[in-house]
């Protein structure tokens, strides 16, 4: 008996351990970066308006918690570009399917993606950079081009 509840007491604090080494991580990763190019683009409608714009930023900030994603295999967590000002309907197309999440140590996947193209990252944290690379995916087979080299450098997060 004693020797079950030891081996259960091993097993439960190898599950925990990891979880709580993520959290650390995703605090210590999450704020804003500016990557070398503006990847994360849109299409929608500014707030109250009926015209379609397009529109992209360099900036996205990493958040460190999530409202709207599942945790399945570590922490699935929310991104925003700055600036983003869009509809509703225009934030839920593009924020729903985007995320960041920490593969393994000192390797993160930024996706910005509406459900059928953007751009998809792997990228090693190296300090206060984030340098990997970037594929741009789509719904359209064969029209993938090759992964490209990618970078991001932190910076302050506007207030508000």
């Known amino acids: 008996m004693i020797r079950t509840t030891a081996l259960s007491l091993l097993c439960v604090v190898q599950v925990v351990l990891p979880g709580r080494g993520l959290a650390q991580d995703t ?20 707030p109250g ?18 409202t709207r ?3 399945v295999e570590g ?7 700055i600036p983003f000002v869009v509809d509703s309907t225009t934030a839920r197309r593009w924020l729903r399917p985007s995320n960041w999440t920490i593969q ?3 390797v993160i996947g930024v996706a910005w993606r509406n459900g059928l ?3 998809v990252f792997q990228l090693a944290v190296l300090g206060d950079t984030l340098r990997g690379r970037v594929w741009f995916t789509t ?5 993938e081009p090759p992964p ?7 910076v302050a997060c506007p207030a508000g």
Request: proline share 6%; hydrophobic share 45%.
């Open 148 to 154: 490209q080299p990618a970078w991001a450098v932190r």
């Open 75 to 81: 922490a699935v967590l929310d991104v925003r570009p």
């Open 27 to 46: 605090a210590a990763i999450s704020g804003c970066y500016r990557f070398d190019r503006a990847y994360f683009a849109w299409v929608g409608r500014l």
């Open 69 to 71: 994603h599942e945790l």
């Open 104 to 106: 393994r140590a000192n």
């Open 49 to 66: 308006k009926p015209d379609v714009i397009t529109d992209s930023t360099r900036v996205l900030q990493l958040l460190a918690r999530s």
């Open 139 to 143: 719904d359209v087979v064969g029209a």
């Open 117 to 119: 193209y953007g751009p």
